[in-house]
């Protein structure tokens, strides 16, 4: 990216930095909830956006940023692949296999886990 032709790569190696950043806590997050039977939802929807999610949403706005998109366009980019991402670490993590020692969800109905996460 920083060998990028574009006038954007220093913006767009920035976000990828930041990314790296939320992705690196969301793991870590990931692995002491594997040391607790307490986590919450919010807890895993959070660890949930700062791994795929995180990663997804640099993916997705990326090249907007290289192109010299409009903040707006690439904040929609970056939303984008943030809700495309997120559903796969809570699936993989706070709701499948590997999760029923620590979540809340892998206790929950799916109705009982929307009522939750409704209720904030």
Request: proline share 3%.
């Amino acid at each position: 990216m920083l060998e990028s032709e574009s006038a954007h790569a220093r913006e767009a190696a920035l976000l990828l930095s930041v990314a790296t950043r939320d992705l690196i806590r969301g793991q870590v997050q990931d692995l002491a909830f594997e040391r607790r039977n307490d986590v919450t939802v919010a807890e895993c929807l959070d660890m949930a956006a700062g791994k795929t999610g995180a990663l997804l949403a640099a993916s997705a706005s990326i090249g907007a940023v290289l192109a010299g998109a409009a903040p707006a366009t690439v904040a929609r980019c970056s939303a984008f692949g943030a809700h495309l991402g997120w559903p796969s670490s809570w699936w993989t993590t706070c709701w499948g296999s590997g999760a029923t020692r620590r979540s809340p969800a892998s206790r929950s109905t799916p109705t009982a886990l929307a009522q939750e996460v409704a209720a904030g």
